[in-house]
């Protein structure tokens, strides 16, 4: 049944990544002519024993060398093949993989998964690094080795058949009796392996707690119990690994076992049947040289179909995601947006994720363009989560968000993404510069027009200051600034993109107050003219607001200005009233 | 090429001296080992010739002078298999030491270097990346150790050259002389290639670990990228990296294609050269018919094993990269130095003093100077001071994780250093803001190597207001928690780990930061808690919320590194207006970290 499934899963790959295929036949052909290098040393054995050295004439010494020069042109022949062989293939495996990794990693950027399941990311960088990184090994190593191995015996076997069936058979057998033995030893072995990864996965946690966690284990003086575990589980691999490998030892010496006997057993026939059944003294030979060149690579495809089941399983890995639907797609016949700072409705809508209670449930409210909104509540009551809904980022289960009087899912991206901004509470940065970063917002914008976004949101001599100005690096995710800067520089790429819609999940570093300032006025500016939502978290911004929503719970519960909600006492009544009793005096 | 040659010389030097420690750990499962590989390779010989002699003496004389066969055949078939046989026990012999050997070693390497970063500074572990040092211990121990598994089998393969070179020219000079010229050359073109294209392919590596950076950093940035519409510029700079790895895979395979080639016709190339030579030789009376099947069957099983000498130099070299990189770690010597003195632990709290206590992560940054203060036992002091300020840095140096770099810290008037190992935390407990959580369940996380019993985890829980939600989890105390098992918000983490610092009942407390995660209501619960629950212990808290720094008996406000001021809140708020500005910044970091909290919870 898996059979079927990863050959189903390899029919899909290869329409992905039609290069995988393309010129495969050829290249099989190549390898078949590669593989007569091993072939012609038993069949040039033969020749020379039989017509030569038993030549009842004696040696016929130009004979002789005819014979020879022959071979080696056929080896040089054949090594050419190989080589020719392997590079397309190699060729054919990295060209395609290359294609299977970029849609791989294309379709999880459609996919919402990256930012609402973070903690997942790990595992999504494997899908295009890792699992890719095993198919590759597998077709370069194991699938050549399988290509090489299964032309060796085809071949070996044509020759074996031309020169004396009864024989042939006689190996064909012994090695189909091997190949059963090996079958049945692999799956014990493959179960062996499965309990080796579990030790070590056991042993790799232990050792890495051991380092991770090192201040709580110094704090708590866990030292000799933490040391004695990873001893622990370090015994526990080495016991499961030694006696895997006393396993594969056995199954590793049983190949010479059976070419001793299937040999043993081929001079014993051969000899028996005689010269009156056609079996030369050269055909006997050649024999003893064929048996050699059956075992080993029978040993070799049954290792490899075990290692395809693994690459197997890496394909399913990555068809698992291209075959997860796009959750929030680009709408086929979209609309563009129309001209002029955005309204924003919002109806009826329900969120939740698929395993999950609702978010959001039964949000009405209407935005109207260039108002300034303010959203608040507690902590998981939704605010995010709208955020997210307005700018489209997620769908809603039921309900509607409209944009600009066009439902959202209506719109096209290039649109949508233009002109509605949302700068997330985290300020992302690229690896790059800082000039790169806010360009990220607007591709061809100048040198000149990213310092004047910095100017315009009163953030000149920041930059300025900067050790090279607009062209610092940065640093892996933003690394060299502060989180406060790297603030400041996912408002300036919002800024440089002109939004008519801005959304803002408020970050509030509790950075140097210098800094703080210049924050609160970028907002400011940034905010200024055009329609906003801000998720708020503090108690001057929601004042600062022309209407605030008050989320409780998943339900936009009050809205209103700051006045009017305090003195309704509700919700929004309380929060103040945490808000205020912790800052004033 | 005398670059290379130099190179390759300083990697066999090296190479064997780094093998040979290896060895001598475990000389004798390398001995069995060898062993095995040695009979397997006389027994490689012995075929040979078993084949070379039922070839002359029973094939021939049967199939071509027409001798009757009688029972001839019987002693062929028996010798073949015995051979066989041998060879298979000679197999099983060397794998199974060999993997001994290997995996014995790889897990001795790991506890040492694991053993040895235990011991090791603070201040040596914030210079360096986890992500490294756990490389380390993980890949580069498995390289290290790696090459133990093919040495026993290159050690055969060598005898089994030796060997041959000595039969094949007792057999015949000139033909021995050939088989052995083409060996030579084939191992030498191997040796080199192998090392090109490894040398090649460590660049594919670098590349590779390129397409992960940007995957990991796309993705990472996914919402930036999605809001701003940049998927389709994340691609292409995706296809970008991408096809660079794919052409580099290219002419790594293109220069491995090329030396492959070579290296497998010569032995094929040298047979039928010694076929000729030899159907030469035996014209003329120099040979006879056997001793050709023997030396060409011999050469031709020769093939691999003689490979295996040009892989195992590889491995050879890429084995000492890693043992480089473990003995670096092996070699640091900062270790954290202790003292003798027992802990007296007792259910009274400590006091605390510092004496011109200053401290700097580096040498040229002081981030505390001149610190002195003075706790009697018993007491609840909140440390307070804006970011920057070292007030994490001072509660750290209290449990002492840090060492400061002058003064000196004591516990009832006991220096921390003269404790001996493990002795200090069983009177000081230390919880940090961010809480790890091991890969243990909720009691083995609470008591943590420690003795304490399940009824006193159970009162700590519920004394940190964890009691709750762990009735709540999948089994109770028994679930297992960390990287693979259930997953917990931070403010249960955080509670958790409260709970592991109550168990132990210390007399010394200190919280920094350790409550952030928790609800603001829930943090005063477990406030109140700790003060009702009479705790025998001094306390110093780290905290940002006002209703936790009001509960303290005293605040130490901290700013640039040293203490401007301490007393009650109220004696603060009228000296000090620097305080007063602080909690409300304070409130807004706060702010900050709900939400974040939030989002963590909306995602669980």
Same mark, same amino acid.
């Given at each position: 049944?898996?059979?079927?499934?990863?050959?189903?899963?390899?029919?899909r790959?290869?329409g992905i990544?039609p290069?995988l295929?393309?010129?495969?036949w050829?290249?099989?052909?190549l390898?078949?002519?590669g593989t007569?290098m091993?072939?012609?040393?038993p069949v040039?054995v033969?020749?020379?024993?039989d017509?030569?050295v038993?030549d009842?004439?004696?040696?016929?010494?130009?004979?002789?060398?005819? &014979?020879?020069?022959?071979?080696?042109i056929?080896?040089?022949?054949?090594?050419?093949?190989?080589k020719?062989?392997?590079?397309?293939?190699?060729?054919?495996?990295?060209?395609?993989?290359?294609?299977?990794?970029?849609?791989?990693? &294309?379709?999880?950027?459609?996919?919402s998964?990256?930012?609402v399941?973070?903690e997942?990311?790990?595992a999504l960088?494997?899908?295009v690094?890792?699992?890719?990184?095993?198919?590759?090994? /597998?077709?370069?190593?194991?699938?050549?080795?399988?290509?090489?191995?299964?032309s060796?015996?085809?071949?070996?076997?044509g020759v074996?058949?031309?020169?004396r069936?009864q024989?042939?058979?006689?190996?064909?057998?012994?090695v189909?009796?091997?190949?059963?033995?090996?079958?049945?030893?692999q799956?014990?072995?493959s179960?062996?392996?499965?309990?080796?990864?579990?030790?070590v996965?056991?042993a790799?946690?232990?050792m890495?707690?051991?380092?991770?966690?090192?201040?709580?284990?110094?704090?708590f003086?866990a030292?000799?119990a933490?040391?004695?575990?990873?001893?622990?589980?370090?015994?526990?691999?080495?016991?499961?690994?030694?006696?895997?490998g006393?396993?594969?030892a056995?199954?590793?010496?049983?190949?010479?076992?059976?070419?001793?006997?299937?040999?043993?057993s081929v001079?014993?026939?051969?000899?028996?049947?005689?010269?009156?059944?056609?079996?030369?003294?050269?055909?006997?030979?050649a024999?003893? /040289?064929?048996?050699?060149?059956?075992?080993?690579?029978?040993?070799l495809?049954?290792?490899?179909?075990?290692?395809?089941q693994?690459a197997?399983?890496?394909?399913?890995?990555?068809?698992?995601?291209l075959?997860?639907?796009v959750?929030?797609?680009d709408?086929?016949?979209g609309?563009?947006?129309p001209?002029g700072r955005?309204?924003?409705?919002?109806?009826?809508?329900r969120f939740?994720?698929?395993?999950?209670?609702?978010?959001?449930?039964?949000v009405?409210a209407?935005?109207?363009?260039?108002?300034?909104v303010?959203?608040?509540g507690?902590?998981g009551?939704?605010?995010?989560?709208?955020?997210?809904?307005v700018?489209?980022?997620?769908?809603?289960a039921?309900? &509607?968000?409209r944009?600009?009087?066009?439902?959202?899912?209506?719109?096209?991206?290039?649109s949508?993404r233009?002109?509605?901004?949302?700068?997330?509470?985290?300020?992302?940065?690229?690896?790059?510069?800082?000039?790169n970063n806010?360009?990220y917002?607007?591709?061809?914008a100048s040198?000149a027009?990213?310092?004047?976004?910095?100017?315009?949101?009163g953030?000149?001599?920041?930059?300025?200051?900067?050790?090279?100005?607009?062209?610092?690096?940065?640093?892996?995710r933003?690394?060299?600034?502060s989180?406060?800067?790297?603030?400041?520089?996912?408002?300036?790429?919002?800024w440089?993109t002109?939004?008519d819609?801005?959304?803002?999940?408020?970050?509030?570093?509790?950075v140097?107050?210098?800094?703080?300032?210049?924050?609160?006025?970028a907002?400011? &500016?940034?905010?200024?003219?055009?329609?906003?939502?801000?998720?708020?978290h503090?108690?001057?911004?929601?004042e600062a607001?022309d209407?605030?929503?008050?989320?409780?719970?998943?339900r936009?519960?009050?809205r209103?200005?700051?006045?009017?909600?305090?003195?309704?006492?509700?919700?929004?009544?309380?929060?103040h009233?945490d808000?205020?009793?912790?800052?004033?005096? | 090429?005398?670059e290379?040659m130099?190179?390759?010389?300083? %990697?066999?030097?090296?190479?064997f001296?780094?093998?040979g420690?290896?060895?001598?750990?475990?000389?004798?499962?390398?001995?069995?080992?060898?062993?095995?590989?040695?009979?397997f390779?006389? #027994?490689?010989?012995?075929?040979?010739?078993v084949?070379?002699?039922?070839?002359?003496?029973?094939i021939?004389?049967?199939?071509?002078g027409?001798?009757?066969?009688?029972?001839r055949w019987? *002693?062929a078939v028996?010798?073949i298999?015995?051979?066989?046989?041998?060879?298979?026990?000679?197999i099983?012999?060397?794998r199974?030491?060999?993997?001994?050997?290997?995996?014995?070693?790889?897990?001795?390497?790991?506890?040492?270097?694991?053993?040895h970063q235990l011991?090791?500074?603070?201040?040596?572990?914030?210079r360096?990346s986890?992500g490294?040092?756990?490389?380390?211990?993980?890949?580069?121990?498995?390289?290290?150790t790696?090459?133990?598994?093919?040495?026993p089998f290159?050690?055969?393969?060598?005898?089994?050259?030796v060997?041959?070179?000595?039969?094949v020219?007792?057999?015949d000079?000139?033909?021995g002389?050939?088989a052995?010229?083409?060996?030579?050359?084939?191992?030498?073109?191997?040796v080199?290639?192998t090392?090109?294209?490894?040398?090649?392919?460590?660049?594919?590596?670098?590349?590779r670990?390129?397409v992960s950076?940007?995957?990991?950093?796309?993705?990472?940035?996914?919402l930036?990228?999605k809001s701003?519409g940049?998927?389709?510029y994340e691609?292409?700079?995706?296809?970008?990296? #991408?096809?660079?790895?794919?052409?580099d895979?290219?002419?790594?395979?293109?220069?491995?294609?090329?030396?492959?080639?070579?290296?497998e016709?010569?032995?094929?190339?040298?047979i039928?050269?010694?076929?000729?030579?030899?159907v030469?030789?035996?014209?003329?009376?120099?040979?006879?018919?056997?001793?050709?099947?023997? %030396?060409?069957?011999?050469?031709?099983?020769?093939?691999w094993?003689?490979?295996?000498?040009?892989?195992?130099?590889?491995?050879m #070299?890429e #084995?000492?990269?890693?043992?480089?990189?473990?003995e670096?770690?092996?070699?640091?010597?900062?270790f954290v130095?202790?003292?003798?003195?027992?802990?007296?632990?007792?259910?009274?709290?400590a006091?605390?003093a510092?004496d011109?206590?200053?401290?700097?992560?580096?040498?040229?940054?002081?981030i505390?100077s001149?610190?002195?203060?003075?706790?009697?036992?018993?007491?609840?002091?909140?440390?307070?001071g804006a970011?920057?300020?070292?007030?994490s840095?001072?509660?750290?140096?209290?449990?002492?994780?840090?060492?400061?770099?002058t003064?000196?810290?004591s516990?009832?008037?006991?220096?921390?250093?003269?404790?001996?190992r493990s002795?200090l935390?069983?009177?000081?407990?230390?919880v940090?803001?961010?809480?790890?959580?091991f890969?243990?369940?909720v009691?083995?996380?609470?008591?943590?190597? *420690?003795?304490? *019993?399940?009824?006193?985890?159970?009162?700590?829980?519920?004394?940190a207001?964890?009691?709750?939600?762990i009735?709540e989890?999948?089994?109770?105390?028994?679930?297992?928690?960390?990287?693979?098992?259930?997953?917990?918000?931070?403010?249960?983490?955080?509670?958790?780990?409260?709970?592991?610092?109550?168990v132990r009942?210390?007399r010394?407390l200190?919280?920094d930061d350790a409550?952030?995660? %928790?609800?603001?209501?829930?943090?005063?619960?477990i406030?109140r808690g700790?003060?009702r629950?009479d705790?025998?212990s001094?306390?110093?808290?780290v905290?940002h919320?006002?209703?936790?720094?009001?509960?303290?008996?005293?605040i130490?406000?901290?700013?640039?590194?040293?203490?401007?001021?301490?007393?009650?809140?109220?004696?603060?708020?009228?000296?000090?207006?620097?305080?007063a500005?602080?909690?409300?910044?304070?409130?807004?970091?706060l702010?900050?970290?709900?939400?974040?909290?939030?989002?963590a919870?909306?995602?669980?």
């Amino acid at each position: 049944m898996s059979d079927i499934a990863t050959r189903t899963a390899l029919r899909r790959v290869f329409g992905i990544a039609p290069a995988l295929v393309k010129g495969l036949w050829l290249t099989l052909g190549l390898f078949t002519i590669g593989t007569t290098m091993q072939i012609i040393v038993p069949v040039v054995v033969q020749q020379v024993i039989d017509y030569e050295v038993l030549d009842p004439d004696g040696v016929d010494i130009e004979g002789v060398l005819w &014979r020879g020069g022959i071979a080696l042109i056929v080896v040089v022949v054949a090594a050419f093949a190989a080589k020719l062989a392997f590079v397309r293939l190699a060729i054919a495996a990295a060209t395609g993989l290359s294609d299977l990794r970029v849609a791989t990693f &294309r379709h999880l950027h459609r996919l919402s998964m990256l930012h609402v399941q973070g903690e997942r990311r790990g595992a999504l960088v494997a899908r295009v690094t890792s699992d890719i990184a095993t198919i590759q090994d /597998f077709m370069e190593w194991g699938g050549v080795g399988l290509v090489i191995g299964i032309s060796q015996v085809l071949l070996a076997v044509g020759v074996m058949v031309f020169y004396r069936w009864q024989l042939a058979l006689l190996v064909v057998l012994g090695v189909l009796i091997y190949v059963l033995l090996v079958a049945w030893f692999q799956k014990i072995l493959s179960r062996a392996h499965d309990k080796v990864r579990l030790r070590v996965a056991d042993a790799l946690a232990a050792m890495g707690e051991a380092i991770s966690g090192l201040e709580a284990v110094r704090a708590f003086g866990a030292e000799d119990a933490t040391l004695s575990k990873v001893s622990k589980t370090l015994d526990a691999q080495f016991e499961e690994e030694f006696r895997t490998g006393r396993l594969g030892a056995f199954l590793f010496s049983s190949a010479e076992v059976f070419a001793g006997a299937i040999t043993a057993s081929v001079v014993g026939v051969g000899v028996w049947l005689g010269a009156a059944e056609g079996v030369t003294a050269g055909t006997l030979v050649a024999f003893l /040289f064929l048996v050699n060149l059956l075992v080993d690579p029978v040993q070799l495809l049954v290792e490899t179909l075990d290692q395809a089941q693994t690459a197997g399983a890496g394909i399913r890995r990555i068809l698992d995601v291209l075959d997860t639907e796009v959750d929030v797609p680009d709408p086929v016949d979209g609309v563009d947006l129309p001209p002029g700072r955005l309204e924003v409705a919002i109806e009826g809508v329900r969120f939740r994720y698929p395993t999950g209670d609702d978010v959001l449930s039964e949000v009405d409210a209407h935005i109207g363009a260039g108002a300034r909104v303010a959203v608040v509540g507690e902590t998981g009551s939704g605010k995010t989560t709208f955020a997210k809904l307005v700018t489209r980022l997620l769908d809603p289960a039921e309900g &509607r968000v409209r944009v600009g009087g066009v439902s959202a899912d209506e719109i096209k991206f290039s649109s949508l993404r233009r002109r509605v901004a949302f700068v997330p509470q985290e300020g992302f940065l690229f690896d790059t510069t800082v000039a790169n970063n806010v360009r990220y917002g607007k591709p061809d914008a100048s040198d000149a027009e990213i310092l004047a976004a910095f100017d315009d949101l009163g953030l000149g001599d920041w930059v300025q200051g900067l050790p090279n100005g607009v062209d610092t690096e940065v640093g892996e995710r933003g690394g060299n600034v502060s989180a406060g800067e790297r603030q400041l520089v996912a408002l300036t790429r919002a800024w440089i993109t002109d939004p008519d819609l801005l959304v803002l999940d408020e970050a509030t570093s509790a950075v140097d107050p210098a800094l703080e300032v210049q924050l609160r006025r970028a907002i400011e &500016r940034l905010t200024g003219g055009r329609t906003s939502i801000t998720v708020a978290h503090r108690l001057s911004t929601a004042e600062a607001s022309d209407e605030i929503f008050v989320f409780d719970a998943g339900r936009l519960v009050e809205r209103g200005g700051h006045a009017a909600l305090v003195d309704a006492g509700g919700v929004y009544a309380s929060l103040h009233a945490d808000w205020a009793s912790s800052t004033s005096t | 090429m005398s670059e290379q040659m130099e190179s390759i010389r300083v %990697v066999l030097r090296e190479g064997f001296a780094h093998v040979g420690r290896l060895l001598r750990a475990h000389k004798w499962a390398f001995t069995l080992a060898a062993s095995g590989a040695i009979a397997f390779a006389t #027994s490689i010989v012995v075929a040979a010739v078993v084949i070379g002699r039922v070839s002359e003496e029973l094939i021939i004389p049967v199939l071509d002078g027409g001798e009757p066969l009688e029972n001839r055949w019987i *002693g062929a078939v028996l010798a073949i298999g015995a051979v066989a046989l041998f060879k298979g026990l000679g197999i099983i012999l060397r794998r199974t030491a060999a993997g001994w050997l290997q995996f014995r070693s790889q897990a001795d390497m790991r506890y040492r270097l694991i053993a040895h970063q235990l011991g090791l500074k603070l201040s040596w572990f914030n210079r360096q990346s986890t992500g490294d040092l756990l490389a380390v211990t993980e890949t580069d121990a498995r390289q290290a150790t790696f090459i133990l598994a093919p040495l026993p089998f290159a050690t055969g393969a060598t005898v089994l050259l030796v060997i041959t070179t000595a039969i094949v020219t007792m057999i015949d000079v000139w033909m021995g002389l050939l088989a052995i010229s083409f060996l030579v050359v084939t191992i030498v073109i191997d040796v080199f290639g192998t090392r090109r294209v490894f040398a090649d392919f460590e660049k594919v590596q670098q590349t590779r670990g390129k397409v992960s950076g940007l995957a990991h950093e796309s993705f990472d940035g996914a919402l930036t990228v999605k809001s701003l519409g940049r998927e389709d510029y994340e691609t292409e700079r995706m296809r970008q990296a #991408s096809d660079g790895l794919r052409d580099d895979i290219i002419v790594v395979t293109r220069i491995w294609a090329f030396y492959r080639a070579i290296v497998e016709s010569l032995p094929t190339a040298t047979i039928i050269v010694l076929l000729v030579v030899g159907v030469v030789r035996i014209n003329s009376g120099d040979l006879g018919s056997g001793d050709l099947i023997t %030396v060409t069957y011999l050469v031709s099983l020769l093939t691999w094993p003689i490979r295996m000498i040009a892989f195992v130099l590889w491995d050879m #070299s890429e #084995s000492l990269a890693g043992w480089r990189r473990v003995e670096r770690i092996l070699e640091v010597g900062e270790f954290v130095e202790h003292g003798s003195l027992m802990a007296t632990p007792a259910d009274s709290g400590a006091a605390v003093a510092g004496d011109e206590v200053a401290f700097g992560y580096v040498p040229e940054e002081r981030i505390l100077s001149d610190v002195r203060w003075d706790i009697p036992a018993g007491r609840t002091i909140a440390v307070v001071g804006a970011t920057g300020s070292g007030k994490s840095t001072l509660a750290m140096l209290l449990a002492r994780l840090w060492d400061p770099d002058t003064g000196e810290i004591s516990l009832d008037g006991r220096d921390l250093r003269a404790f001996a190992r493990s002795e200090l935390p069983r009177e000081v407990a230390f919880v940090a803001q961010e809480s790890f959580l091991f890969d243990d369940d909720v009691t083995g996380n609470i008591a943590l190597g *420690g003795k304490s *019993g399940s009824e006193a985890v159970q009162t700590a829980a519920r004394l940190a207001v964890a009691d709750e939600f762990i009735a709540e989890l999948p089994h109770g105390f028994e679930t297992q928690l960390g990287e693979r098992g259930t997953t917990l918000s931070g403010g249960q983490r955080q509670r958790i780990a409260l709970a592991r610092a109550l168990v132990r009942r210390p007399r010394l407390l200190i919280l920094d930061d350790a409550t952030s995660s %928790v609800d603001s209501s829930v943090e005063t619960e477990i406030l109140r808690g700790l003060k009702r629950a009479d705790l025998p212990s001094t306390v110093v808290i780290v905290a940002h919320r006002r209703s936790s720094i009001m509960l303290a008996d005293e605040i130490v406000f901290l700013a640039d590194g040293r203490i401007r001021a301490h007393g009650t809140h109220d004696e603060l708020l009228a000296a000090e207006p620097g305080y007063a500005r602080l909690l409300e910044a304070y409130e807004e970091d706060l702010a900050r970290r709900d939400e974040e909290r939030q989002q963590a919870e909306a995602v669980t």
